[in-house]
């Protein structure tokens, strides 16, 4: 789903998501179903549309466990928070033709590094976003690309660009970096859009 959310997008088309848990099937007593469900939300709430859809199992963030809702309902309060730079970047969309999903490629064409990437992109102009896809992930690798400074999220911590580094991605972590210079408009908890 990664890489063909890039590639849609990449194609010009702006607005793509994918069914979170997968369309059909999944059962949310099964961990490994959970943990799935878990890393497809963290990645969803970084897509064009974030949507939990589909047949089978009830996609309600309380139906998967308490544990598993805390970090559910931890990243949509993100993708609410973020409902500004969201706005923003849709405006963007609208106005200049761009796309909210970046290909590395997009944005970082002097880096060679890049073009093989599928499993990393921009969200915007300030975020980059690294799905977790490993089962039982504690960290995944992580390429910053260009020059200048990555900030994790989560931490603030400053790593330099134009290098790999070793994640830290625990089951409620997905490595998010923001780009140096950005300006990342943020609200306050919401429950729904409308408030």
């Not at 990449?10 to 949310?28: C, E, V």
């Not at 309380?62 to 993100?78: H, T």
């Not at 106005?95 to 969200?123: A, E, H």
């Amino acid at each position: 789903q990664i890489p063909a959310g890039i590639n849609y997008c990449l194609s010009g088309l702006p607005y793509w998501t994918t069914d979170i848990g997968g369309f059909f099937g999944g059962d949310n007593k099964d961990p490994h179903y959970r943990e799935i469900f878990m890393r497809w939300f963290q990645y969803g709430a970084f897509c064009p549309i974030f949507r939990a859809h589909g047949t089978v199992s009830p996609r309600e963030v309380w139906q998967f466990g308490r544990s598993a809702e805390k970090i559910l309902v931890n990243y949509l309060k993100l993708r609410y928070r973020l409902l500004p730079y969201i706005y923003s970047v849709s405006w963007k969309v609208t106005r200049d033709g761009y796309t909210m999903m970046r290909g590395l490629v997009m944005d970082f064409r002097k880096d060679p590094n890049v073009s093989r990437i599928g499993d990393q992109f921009m969200f915007g102009p300030a975020f980059l976003v690294n799905p977790v896809t490993e089962k039982g992930a504690e960290s995944r690798k992580v390429y910053l690309p260009g020059a200048g400074c990555w900030y994790d999220f989560w931490s603030d911590r400053c790593y330099e660009g134009g290098r790999t580094i070793n994640a830290y991605a625990p089951l409620d972590v997905m490595p998010l970096f923001v780009r140096a210079g950005s300006i990342v408009p943020m609200g306050p908890d919401l429950k729904y859009a409308d408030e």
